[in-house]
């Protein structure tokens, strides 16, 4: 009779079992771009939590990079995806090669605000305002804001290019500037201190304020990749817009607030104008793009499907319908 040791047996099944076992695949590294921290991003960082971006098998590094040198480190392949989609608009009608593929809100959610002694925007003539970049959205709403209040940006003010709410709300309580746009996060709080809020910019202009922008080398080369990054946005945008209490422990654990009152006017305000499926429409979108051009100074013929392309965001909100997915 033949004795088989148990240690055999032991091995002859766990390599059966290792032989059965699927095998596991590493997560595909992303990086995406933001300009400074606000509603636009936070969903991205809800998707990240919630582990959406992990069932599509991304693994999503979040980085804070300022508009113009995002697109800069997306050209060079470094980034794959930013938010700043004002800045992807004034770089894709230069006919830079990069496209806006998702819009989340085509209202901008910022507030004007200046030091406590000024209390219109007539007051600005001759003052200095702080925006991010040369042609970046916020540069462009507060030159129109201006121009509405009867003051010419070229002439009667001071446009001078800083960073983002971090740098130009100490820079406003400082007196190195006398008025600049901030996200509501922001705005709440120079309020509270006592700064003034001048306006709001929704009231002035439509503008895509946040959305997700790549390069069109980029849309050639991985479709795939770019389909599973936007189904997995998309989960966490409608997780922060469709889940109140949740996403507003994320927002005061994203912003470290312990102002729960504060946490809730930031969400408050942001959700009623954020665009639930990535999507705007063209009677929006092409008069921005002739802003652009005046803007820029650009004079060839530019249509809504040459800057945008919402084929990815369609086809994933028909893939979470179909599939009959809800957060």
């Not at 936070?42 to 998707?47: C, S």
């Not at 709440?188 to 809020?197: C, F, S, W």
């Amino acid at each position: 009779m033949m004795f088989i040791r148990p240690s055999c047996v032991l091995l002859v099944c766990l390599g059966l079992f290792l032989g059965s076992a699927k095998p596991s695949f590493a997560l595909e590294n992303v990086r995406l771009a933001y300009p400074s921290m606000s509603s636009s991003v936070f969903y991205f960082m809800v998707a990240q939590k919630e582990g959406y971006f992990k069932e599509e098998g991304l693994n999503v590094e979040i980085l804070s990079i300022r508009g113009e040198i995002a697109i800069r480190t997306a050209l060079a392949g470094e980034v794959d995806f930013f938010t700043n989609a004002g800045s992807a608009l004034a770089a894709a009608v230069r006919g830079v090669a990069v496209k806006i593929i998702a819009v989340v809100q085509d209202r901008p959610s910022w507030d004007l605000i200046a030091q406590p002694h000024i209390k219109s925007i007539a007051q600005l003539r001759g003052t200095t305002i702080g925006v991010m970049s040369p042609e970046g959205s916020l540069a462009v709403v507060t030159r129109e804001i201006l121009r509405k209040n009867g003051i010419d940006p070229a002439k009667d003010a001071n446009l001078v290019v800083m960073g983002g709410d971090d740098v130009r709300y100490p820079a406003l309580k400082a007196g190195a500037i006398h008025a600049t746009l901030m996200n509501p996060t922001t705005s709440i709080k120079a309020q509270r201190e006592g700064l003034t809020k001048l306006a709001s910019a929704g009231e002035y202009v439509n503008y895509i304020q946040g959305g997700i922008a790549t390069t069109t080398e980029r849309i050639k080369q991985n479709p795939a990749k770019i389909a599973r990054f936007m189904r997995a946005s998309l989960k966490g945008l409608n997780f922060y817009l469709s889940k109140r209490e949740p996403a507003l422990k994320y927002v005061m654990e994203i912003l470290r607030l312990k102002d729960r009152e504060l946490a809730t006017a930031i969400y408050d305000f942001d959700s009623k104008i954020m665009l639930r499926e990535g999507l705007s429409r063209e009677e929006v979108l092409q008069p921005l793009i002739e802003d652009m051009k005046k803007t820029t100074k650009v004079q060839r013929e530019i249509k809504v499907s040459d800057i945008f392309d919402f084929s990815f965001a369609r086809k994933a909100v028909e893939d979470l319908r179909l599939r009959g997915w809800r957060p």
